[in-house]
């Protein structure tokens, strides 16, 4: 939730500096004299250079908006030269005494700062040329004279940037105007926020470097420490003191160059620690992205900056694969002990990269996120030390545990009431090969029609997973109606209701119908689903088969194989649900359930036919209308067959029947018996 309201408005954020910049011409500030106030409005900006461009009197209004910490390839300007910002503001005038200041930061790579007209400082020297350029990239604080704010309420700030050595310029964060003494404030404590943020990185990497020296065989406290040092050199590349004294080419360069290999480093040295964390068994993802770092470190240590840097979106895809990694690695190790503390952080950290980079495209540039998601890293790892050594002493706990775990995973395989069966009330351990019991149940055949044309055109791990969610739907209204699933076979379904009544095993197949649709308009998108339902009622035997070394639970008889059967027939009949005569025998409420008898079969095993019958109550509303409606002459038309199949009159009722009632397509099959049976005769 944190990370989903933080990624909103960030966005909400872009969006109203995008907004704001195609709407402001002028900034009007309220009150700046006892403040400061960020100057995020979009700024005028173009390529070239031109000293006139300084003076407020200059018509800018041909120029193009530029957010201010907008890369110049990101707008489709060149990355290299020269180029003038401007923007007009608005505040009241100010006493004698008040001083202001422009706070302007990082800058890649020189930069002049003019207000109305007059250059009030500058760091470095910005130039055309590259060879003429002198480099300051630090953030700087520059004092406005006294005499430029007396005369008027509205002024002009220019700036002058050139870069030469990176592959784009661009100011790093917003610049700020206000009093003085706020802003020399501001830039303290910023300073000290660095310096104790770093402080407690340092603190991490050394805290967790002198476990490893004493647990060799923790090999993730190692690589934790690893991931803690290249984010400290990331940082510290990064703050406001560096950018300060990386002042010439050469430091500059190795600043660039130590920052950007921080990437790499820290990336895979996370992805390690997550790998020996949780003992994590596929490690064949990790060894390719470890060579793809390995190549990544080298192409930034042997290239120049100027190239290096133009490769920073593909750093950002890399950086988002190993974010991909983790969170894999992540969902694989949910049930290690002490994972939790880590796994939330993990996110956690991983949210506030993915949104770091958002927010450079999005030049969002006034903080990084990464640095509060790291240092709730290093809470977390600290509550999960405590977690391991609080696992220790409590390790027979943690075994009995997982002996239950194991007993509730079995039950998924085989369920509490099939185990009260094989077990004859006992406990698990007296599972034997042959333990079986006789029984009168209901079972319950489901089949997908056309699964095999689905799994053709499809994955399997699509097949999987639309297997998963299917049977999540049918399993619970078998579950609710106090069915268990004997087994799976493919795309079908064995249940047994292990009782007397019927009303349960009727009332869940109705239940699956229904369910069926509502999933149907879940995959608006698909082919609508049809399932085939049989249900019989009567003795089987259950128990366990196999041998010695490998055994299964099964259920088996004739009532089985007549309750397949059923389901098979429901493509023939064109029918969602046939139930045998046994079933219907049982004591049940007519009111409830709407059905009508279709044929006899005669099932293999068996002499004499079987009545089967239809349940029709979930067809759709026209369908079942015209079912009720047509009942008496279903039923003569039927009973007329049943006496003499290749006698006329049969065929005549059935085509009566059709006629009047269109929708039923079992008549058509009908239909065509008679005709049959008729040029037989």
Known sequence: MFLRNLLFYTLFLGFVQNLSAQTESILKIKKIEESYVLLESTWKFHPGDHLDWKSPDYDDSEWNLLPINKKWTQAGYPGQGIAWYRLNIEFPKI??????????????????VYFNGELIGKRGKPAALAEDEVMSAGPFLFSIPQELLQNTQQHTIAFRVSNHQHSS???????????????????????????????????????????????????????????????????????????????????????????????????????????????????RPIYIYG????????????????????????IHLYLLMGILIGLYIILKSLKSPGAFPIILASVVFFGCVFLDIIMIYLSIRNFHLVKFGFAFCILALSMSLAQKFNYTNHIR???????????????????????????????????????????????????????????????????????NEYFEEMGYCIQFYEGFIDKYIGDAIMAVFDSQEVEPPLMAAIQMQLALKEFNLQRPNRPPLEV????????????????????????????VNLASRLESLTKIYQTPILVSEFTLARQIR???????????????????????????????????????????????????????????????????YHQQYPLDRTAEIFIEHCRKRILEA
Request: hydrophobic content about 45%; some cysteine; glycine content about 6%.
């Open 169 to 283: 310029g661009f100011i790093y964060g917003t610049p700020a105007i206000g009093n003085e003494t706020v802003l020399q404030n501001r830039e303290f404590f910023s300073f000290l926020g660095e310096g104790c943020f770093l402080g407690l990185i340092f603190t991490s990497f050394i805290y967790h470097f002198l476990i490893f020296l004493g647990r060799r065989k923790d090999w993730n406290y190692f690589y934790f420490a690893c991931l803690t040092f290249s984010l400290l050199t990331y940082f510290v590349c990064n703050i406001s003191f560096t950018e300060a004294v990386a002042n010439s080419i050469l430091l500059f360069h190795y600043k660039i160059k130590l920052e950007y290999l921080s990437f790499p480093c820290a990336s895979i040295s996370n992805l390690l620690f997550f790998l020996y964390q949780f003992d994590f068994y596929y490690k």
């Open 532 to 559: 085939g339902i049989g249900l019989n009622t009567g003795r089987v035997i259950m128990g366990t088969i196999g041998s010695q070394s490998r055994m299964d639970s099964s259920v088996i008889g004739d009532s």
């Open 397 to 467: 706990e943690k075994l009995q545990a997982s002996l239950l775990e194991q007993n509730r995973i079995f039950q998924l395989f085989v369920p509490p009431k099939y185990l009260k069966r094989i077990t004859y009330g006992g406990g698990i351990d007296s599972i034997r090969v042959g333990n079986a019991e006789e029984a009168t149940v209901t079972i319950l055949f489901s089949d997908i029609r056309g699964f095999t044309s689905f799994a053709e055109n499809a994955n399997p791990k699509e097949v999987f997973l639309f297997l």
């Open 291 to 314: 060579v793809l770092s390995g190549t990544l470190f080298f192409i930034i240590l042997l290239t120049p900056t100027s190239f290096f840097t133009q490769l920073l979106p593909f």
């Open 95 to 112: 006493q004698e005494r008040s001083r202001l200041s422009i706070y302007v930061p990082a800058v890649v790579s020189a930069i002049e």
């Open 590 to 656: 007519k009111d409830l359930f709407h059905f009508r008898k279709i044929d006899r079969v005669r099932v293999k095993g068996r002499q004499q036919e079987v009545e089967i019958f239809e349940i029709f109550t979930t067809d759709e509303p026209e369908l079942f209308e015209q079912k009720m409606q047509g009942r008496s002459l279903w039923e003569e038309a039927l009973q007329t067959y049943f006496t003499q199949q290749s006698n006329p009159q049969a065929l005549e009722l059935f085509l009566k």
